[in-house]
């Protein structure tokens, strides 16, 4: 199954032409303290070519993740005296990103508890953007009941094997998401049981709508090293913006790509940046997953329409 190209980047166009995408995460619950991962989502959204991108982080972590990704703007979350999200206050903020989001990741370094399950069930039943649903989103919603009535999201989960065998089991499903002879149709199960893209990463990442399902062959040993999983959310996040279906307040944008297609270009970008750094560095480990964002736009470049 061929990749489609992406569209010709509109040479007059500004950063509201080419899509906004908020990204909710971070945690500074119990003495936790996780700020790299909203970040590098955040990061690798405007590598991937977003006009703008929000970090909605605790607000005891925000500025520093501002420090990681001073090109995103920041919007506090208000947490308790432990440092977790206050949950109403969490649903309140999604509401308001949506508003003027084209995607919104949720789930990087998020942590765990009632404000992350509220802030990930609030942006799976959300309808007014493509939602990147990563990491601790996808582990909050595995503690939800019924989660298939409540998804309603244009949706991409991006879940590795634990993340997947955590929501898989929630849902009675119990295919293995390690195994190469059943890792296409423990993807498939997801995405038709829930009405979604699904992404289950690693080795061969497999991208599937539940009626299609696509395999990767780029990338390799290099990727298995911190955060590049949030830049991958943030990528598909990036592309999502700018190219899932025209938007009332960008008139200008090329004709769009299906979720499914972005998703599959996006993880074939991602794992050609793993190729390049590894060709580059000569090497097969020590890869930085912002090292890995800063190779986006020339790898996207080359999956343009000429």
């Not at 990204?23 to 970040?39: D, W």
């Not at 990036?238 to 200008?252: D, I, K, N």
């Not at 580059?280 to 996207?300: C, K, N, Q, T, Y």
Request: charged fraction near 20%; hydrophobic fraction near 50%.
């Amino acid at each position: 199954m061929d990749l489609p190209l992406l569209p010709i980047r509109d040479p007059k166009g500004h950063k509201g032409t080419f899509g906004t995408v908020a990204v909710f995460g971070g945690c500074t619950a119990h003495g936790r303290l996780m700020v790299g991962a909203p970040a590098l989502a955040a990061l690798a959204a405007l590598r991937a070519g977003a006009g703008l991108a929000r970090l909605y982080m605790p607000r005891p972590a925000l500025d520093a993740g501002l420090t990681v990704c001073p090109s995103a703007t920041g919007r506090a979350l208000d947490t308790d005296p432990s440092g977790d999200l206050i949950p109403h206050l969490a649903a309140e903020r999604f509401d308001e990103a949506a508003i003027d989001s084209h995607a919104i990741v949720v789930g990087p370094g998020l942590g765990t508890g009632p404000g992350a399950r509220a802030l990930a069930l609030r942006a799976a039943a959300s309808d007014a953007c493509p939602i990147v649903l990563d990491a601790d989103a996808i582990n909050a919603l595995a503690e939800v009941p019924d989660l298939g009535r409540d998804l309603r999201a244009a949706a991409v989960l991006t879940p590795h094997p634990g993340e997947y065998r955590r929501l898989a089991s929630a849902l009675g499903i119990s295919l293995d998401p390690s195994d190469p002879a059943t890792r296409p149709r423990a993807a498939e199960s997801l995405a038709q049981r829930l009405g979604c893209i699904v992404v289950l990463k690693g080795a061969a990442t497999v991208v599937t709508n539940g009626q299609l399902t696509w395999t990767n062959s780029t990338g390799g040993a290099e990727l298995a090293t911190a955060g590049t999983g949030d830049t991958l959310a943030g990528l598909i996040a990036g592309l999502a913006a700018q190219f899932f279906r025209p938007h009332p307040a960008l008139p200008g944008r090329p004709s769009s790509l299906s979720l499914f297609d972005l998703a599959r270009i996006a993880v074939a970008a991602h794992g050609l940046a793993g190729e390049r750094w590894r060709a580059r560095a000569a090497a097969s480990a020590g890869l930085l997953a912002a090292e890995l964002a800063d190779l986006f736009p020339a790898i996207l470049e080359g999956m343009r329409a000429r």
